[in-house]
């Protein structure tokens, strides 16, 4: 049989198993694995890897805050997540006040459809204007949104009460609550407090939102899921102490999820330490924390406590970031990093010994896949879609702004080297990088809607 593309002599990782294999590949989906395949194209993949797309589900494109926007729009910010082996993202919708979730959904869907180049969804999210509307979460489950973002800080916060109606409201449809988990009343308290004291500089961020507070909140909403009867993800966990919590959960049976972000297995608070402006620049939240806790976050990863690696992709450029530097309460927070996550793990993670080939593959990808409902994908199979990324396990790159492609103009890893880089992209069968050059086009993402 004749394949549309086949990628050939490649060592196929799945999370699973690692075999050497052919896949044939007809339209979008994976058709066959086996030896001798051939088909109308054909890429070499010999003394290569031949992963899963990457599904990165925590990203912030065209965000927009009050007074700043994430510098990537959905065009950029896709395209270097193809780059860097990404074909799936996860984005957010926040309703207006006087909008339905649903009209939320089509607002959000209307700046995508046309500039993404991968395939991508949404987490819905619900803040207090729609604690009235919960009785349209069945709906928005509906239309795709199977996750549903909750916040425990900032003035999307919920109130333990009204995150109690939220769980219980997604829980009544099957959906995954995702969370933001921060003890806001502490951390505005000690922002007044360094504030009042003249301690404005960036390296007060982290003494204002504390590990342990961090924990508090995590261990608080565990309770309340639990009480509730529904799972819970909770996003960017930057410590320690909250994968005490998270193991802890786990051990009991309950359905408790959790993910880390690169920039906290890779950098740490000592980058505060730095001059201004710089040290500007590396406010996110949670905040960087100890050498230690990045140690106890690769072993959680290991373990499977820590279950999956997401970005928090959310890039302001250096001048945003520098437009508050006497008060950093008011420094935008957030990171660029949507292009080299799969490389950072596999380069510090896979090479270092935290973990292997195969769970590499797994919290980049076919976790994910899991967690969010994203049926046809992270896995290489016949009938799943051909999201696959041909991986060169010795292409050592230095990470700066000349290497990578957001349109950001810093990188939190500037001079970092890596050693494992993709050199070819598909999604659903269509290369869209190919020996490391951006090959696809605006508008061939295509919105996936999730169920459970």
Request: with cysteine.
């Amino acid at each position: 049989m004749n394949f549309d593309l086949v990628i050939k002599n490649g060592t196929v990782v799945t999370a699973v198993a690692t075999y050497q294999a052919d896949i044939g590949i007809n339209g979008e989906q994976i058709a066959a694995i086996g030896q001798g395949l051939h088909g109308r194209r054909e890429l070499d993949a010999a003394d290569k890897l031949v992963i899963p797309g990457g599904i990165d589900p925590h990203v912030h494109l065209q965000y927009q805050l009050p007074n700043f926007r994430s510098a990537d729009d959905f065009f950029s910010g896709t395209r270097a997540a193809a780059l860097g082996g990404t074909t799936t993202v996860i984005d957010f919708v926040e309703p207006q006040a006087a909008q339905t979730m649903l009209d939320g959904l089509a607002a959000r869907n209307a700046e995508a459809a046309g500039q993404t180049v991968i395939d991508y969804s949404f987490h819905m999210t619900i803040g207090p204007h729609e604690i009235e509307k919960l009785d349209q979460v069945a709906a928005a489950y509906a239309a795709g949104c199977a996750s549903f973002k909750l916040y425990m800080a900032y003035g999307m916060r919920l109130t333990d009460d009204q995150l109690l109606r939220a769980l219980q409201a997604i829980r009544d449809v099957n959906g995954l609550p995702v969370v933001h988990a921060e003890n806001w009343d502490v951390i505005c308290a000690l922002v007044a407090q360094n504030l009042a004291a003249g301690r404005t500089e960036p390296g007060w961020h982290p003494h204002s939102r504390p590990s342990l507070l961090e924990a508090e909140a995590a261990s608080r909403l565990i309770d309340i899921a639990t009480y509730v009867g529904t799972r819970v993800h909770i996003f960017h966990i930057s410590c320690a102490e909250v994968v005490e919590r998270l193991a802890d959960a786990q051990r009991r049976g309950l359905p408790v999820t959790g993910e880390t972000c690169p920039h906290y297995l890779l950098l740490n608070c000592g980058v505060f330490e730095r001059p201004l402006p710089q040290a500007a620049r590396y406010i996110c939240s949670p905040p960087l924390r100890s050498h230690d806790d990045q140690l106890h976050l690769w072993r959680a990863l290991g373990q499977d406590v820590v279950n999956i690696v997401t970005t928090d992709h959310c890039p302001f450029t250096q001048a945003e970031k520098e437009q508050n530097l006497h008060d950093y309460s008011q420094i935008p927070g957030g990171l660029p990093g949507i292009e080299a996550r799969l490389s950072l793990l596999y380069s510090y993670g896979v090479r270092d010994g935290y973990f292997s080939l195969n769970r590499w593959v797994e919290m980049s990808s076919t976790r994910v896949a899991q967690l969010f409902g994203l049926r046809q994908k992270g896995h290489i199979a016949p009938g799943y879609d051909a999201d696959l990324v041909i991986f060169d396990p010795q292409k050592r790159i230095v990470l700066s702004t000349e290497t990578l492609h957001e349109q950001v103009d810093w990188t939190p890893y500037e001079g970092v080297p890596v050693t494992g880089w993709p050199t070819t992209t598909l999604c659903r069968g269509q290369v869209v990088v190919e020996d490391g050059k951006f090959v696809g086009e605006a508008g061939y993402g295509r919105f996936i809607s999730r169920s459970f």
